[in-house]
């Protein structure tokens, strides 16, 4: 029995091809990208110069970085602020309702399925300032236009909606799923002990929800500091960097105008900056609710 | 009263269900009219008349069939090879005696699903420099492969671990040795996993951008979503045009999901769950 399940020559041909890629494509790029962070790179030249933290400075002295990490934090804190809210309130609705359960959740989840690109061409036409339909509904309401995507000030948050309007579905179904799995007899003996509907749901289905709320946020932050092709798509981190998030800040500099190097110094903060609030979130926040089995 | 009570949440409920389908009904609306006049003088509802120009127009001006199937096959490439070698390793490191050294290289992988993306981009750029392969195919296909693997075993090597040990004594009893045993045994009792797993991969890499965007700059071998891009940035001043086009990228994902619901719905919230 051991025997014929211990070949080391099988073993090795069934890990190495998965774990070779594995390497070469999460372990190996990270070393690469903390390399190249030290040197003035274009990589395109043969000659590369080290210039130790110098790319580093340079981020940190730019306004510009900072204030692509600020949109990175934005777009945390709507996620959080915002959409959760939003998310609980509808997840415990959809659960509460008898009739249309289905068509609720198929609808609501249906945006994160698509493609992030087109949902951006969709909406970029939906804030057209002349015949978008935001402005028309708006100005039914005799509001006047407003320029979304061009205007500084209305920009980040346009970008924010879009990304909200196709994520909150998704985490609804996984809050959802979560609250359909309580056992119903303990919604029951509240509800004898006279219990309303909404002390049900404060006493007793969100607390019991919250390890699954707790990883909506940790999901929320992770796709948080991804965001980058909604941001490329809508605006391109336009109008004058004022929606640039981290990712495409490094992008503009890296394969945009060609310093290699200091693309990969803001790669490595990208890096460095996800895994630090990942484990504050875990050890502040997530230790206090209870562990959930990954 | 009791009635009230139960109107009130669907009236939310439909609340939100008109934001996020009135968006589309808009792009079909305006996919249907003139120009962008016409989408102006009536923005709501359905034109007076209907015209399929703009169909027959963003089909050829889009190329939507060639970005479709560049899609369609580097999405399905990718996912069957993730799921091959990420099944061979799961099984590898869940069913074959080598305990020690399986842990280890599990832990590995599983660390994958905390790096985040966006900070591998330049370096994976720079590898596709290096062999030479950037404006090819290949350079999507080897990340997109290489990239699903953590999620992938993930949820195979979970599914694996959870079926019994009697089936491989018998087999082993039956003379099969490791490799039929993959073959034969394990991999039909990992489908329902596998199916779950395809789906999700695939979606990932059909929705792909910021590599395909990048990493490929012949007009000819573009993905869907940034030939979109493409296309919305050579005729934004036509909206209507441009509303078909949308219709059409959207139209086969709304299709497999109206037929595969359940199962994206579970695979989609599984592989987020475990990352």
């Known amino acids: 029995m051991n025997k014929a399940l211990r070949n080391p020559l099988i073993y090795l041909l069934f890990v190495l091809p998965a774990f070779i890629l594995f390497l070469a494509f999460f372990i190996y790029p990270i070393f690469t990208a903390i390399d190249n962070s030290f040197t003035s790179w274009n990589g395109i030249s043969k000659d590369v110069q080290y210039i130790g933290f110098d790319n580093y400075a ?4 730019d306004a510009a970085f900072w204030k692509s990490v600020r949109n990175n934090v934005y777009f945390i804190l709507f996620s959080c602020l915002i959409q959760v809210p939003l998310i609980v309130f509808f997840s415990l609705l959809i659960a ?25 061409i969709l909406w970029g ?47 609804i179904v996984m ?20 219990a309303t509907g909404f002390q049900r749901a ?25 965001a980058a092709d909604i941001v490329l798509v809508m605006t391109k981190g336009g109008p004058a960097g004022s929606t640039d998030v981290m990712a495409t800040y490094m992008i503009r500099y890296a394969i945009t105008s060609f310093r290699h190097g200091f693309g990969n110094a803001i790669a490595v903060l990208i890096f460095v900056f996800t895994i630090v609030i990942t484990v504050l979130y875990q050890v502040l926040i997530s230790r206090r609710t209870e562990r959930i089995e990954y | ?71 369609l096959y580097i999405g399905v490439l990718s ?92 087999a082993v009893m039956d003379g099969l040795g490791p490799l039929r045993l993959f073959v034969r045994i394990i991999i039909p009792l990992t489908v329902p996993a596998i199916v779950t797993v395809f789906i999700v991969n695939f979606l990932g890499n059909w929705n792909e951008f910021l590599l395909a965007n990048y990493f490929l700059s012949d007009e000819e071998l573009r993905t869907l979503p940034v030939g979109m891009v493409g296309f919305r940035d050579a005729y934004n001043t036509n909206y209507a045009q441009m509303s078909a086009g949308i219709i059409f990228s959207v139209l086969p994902v709304m299709i497999i999901y109206a037929i595969l619901q359940e199962k994206i719905i579970e695979g989609v919230t599984a592989g987020s769950v475990k990352g």
């Open chain 1, 175 to 194: 809050v959802l799923a979560a609250i359909i799995a309580i056992p119903r007899e303990l919604e029951e003996a509240a509800a004898i002990d006279g």
């Open chain 1, 96 to 120: 509460n309702v008898k009739k249309l359960k289905g068509l609720y959740k198929t609808a609501v989840f249906m945006p994160s399925i698509m493609s992030t690109a087109v949902i951006g």
């Open chain 1, 125 to 171: 036409f939906i804030y057209n300032p002349d015949f978008g339909l935001a402005n028309e509904i708006l100005g039914l309401f005799g509001v006047s236009p407003v320029y979304w995507l061009s205007d500084k000030s209305w920009a980040m948050i346009s970008i924010l909606i879009t990304n909200a309007w196709q994520w909150t579905g998704f985490y």
């Open chain 2, 1 to 71: 009263m009791r009635a009230l009570k139960k109107t009130i949440p669907h009236i939310f409920l439909m609340a939100y269900l008109l934001v996020i389908l009135y968006p589309f009904l808009f792009v079909l609306f305006s996919s249907v009219k003139t120009n962008n006049q016409d989408i102006a003088s009536n923005p709501f509802g359905l034109p007076g008349s209907i015209t399929f120009d703009n169909y027959v127009n963003a089909w050829v001006n889009a190329k939507i069939s060639t970005y479709f199937f560049n899609s």
């Open chain 2, 79 to 170: 996912a069957c090879l993730s799921i091959l070698f990420a099944a061979m390793l799961a099984f590898a490191v869940t069913r074959m005696r080598y305990g020690k050294i399986s842990a280890i290289v599990f832990q590995l992988i599983l660390l994958g699903m905390l790096i985040p993306n966006n900070s591998l981009l330049l370096p994976i750029y720079g590898m596709m420099r290096k062999l030479d392969i950037l404006d090819t195919h290949m350079a999507l296909i080897l990340p997109y492969v290489a990239n699903a693997i953590p999620f992938s075993v993930i949820i195979l090597a979970a599914f694996m671990r959870s079926l019994p040990g009697e089936i491989e004594e018998a």
């Open chain 1, 58 to 61: 340079t981020a940190f002295h």
């Open chain 1, 202 to 226: 404060i006493k007793i289905t969100i607390p019991l929800v919250m390890p699954i709320i707790s990883v909506v946020i940790m999901l929320s932050i992770a796709g948080a500091m991804k």
